[in-house]
């Protein structure tokens, strides 16, 4: 394979991650090519590492380290296995976390209902959740989902789902900043909305 060939297969590999455009892509494996030695190969370790150490949490869909499913949250007996937490995106439980103000446990959804971006039910582990709400344990679920359109229409699908069931399902106050996600709010806006959670 020519050098040229090569930097378009990475170019579009990197393209397939979040955010990232063709053109940025292109840029990014530009400089990769351009430092073998130094950023190509640190980031080949950290690859390399990611993909040796980190997993996905069967039940929370959080990261977890590899021979430890359910992840260490999800194992902590002294967290309240009646309250459930459920965002949209795995990197969003540190952000809570972060916040020190809850207790329960976690579900995410790894995305939310968007026809844009082509997720329907199906693409998020709403199955996983209603599991989780059948069996019983669970007295309230919390739906901490960003504030822009799709996540409200997420947040409204997944209270219909949870109706057959004698679960109390609350979301976040207000105080966030509309349209946005869960990651621009500082951590004590974040602290404030969950604990001053309304009845969905
Ligand atoms: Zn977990």
């Not at 977890?64 to 795995?90: F, Y």
């Not at 207790?103 to 209902?113: D, F, N, S, V």
């Amino acid at each position: 394979m020519k050098a040229e060939e090569c930097l378009a297969h990475l170019s579009a590999q990197l393209a397939r991650l979040p955010g990232v455009g063709r053109r940025t892509a292109e840029r990014m494996a530009w400089r990769l090519a351009r430092d073998p030695e130094g950023l190509l190969r640190g980031l080949q370790e950290a690859l390399a590492k990611v993909a040796e150490q980190a997993r996905v949490c069967s039940l929370c869909g959080g990261l977890t380290t590899r021979g430890q499913d359910p992840c260490a949250l999800c194992s902590d007996a002294r967290r309240d296995a009646s309250l459930l937490c459920v965002v949209e995106d795995a990197g969003d439980i540190a952000l809570i976390e972060k916040t020190g103000v809850f207790h329960g446990r976690y579900h995410a959804l790894g995305g939310k209902l968007s026809a844009a971006g082509n997720m329907g039910p199906a693409d998020l582990r709403l199955d996983r959740l209603i599991q989780r709400a059948q069996d019983g344990s669970v007295r309230e679920i919390l739906l901490a989902l960003n504030t822009d359109v799709e996540s409200e229409a997420t947040c409204a699908y997944i209270r219909e789902q949870l109706r057959a069931f004698p679960i109390r399902v609350t979301r976040l106050a207000m105080g966030l900043p509309a349209g946005s996600g869960l990651m621009y709010a500082d951590p004590l806006t974040l602290a404030r909305a969950l604990q001053g959670r309304q009845e969905l």
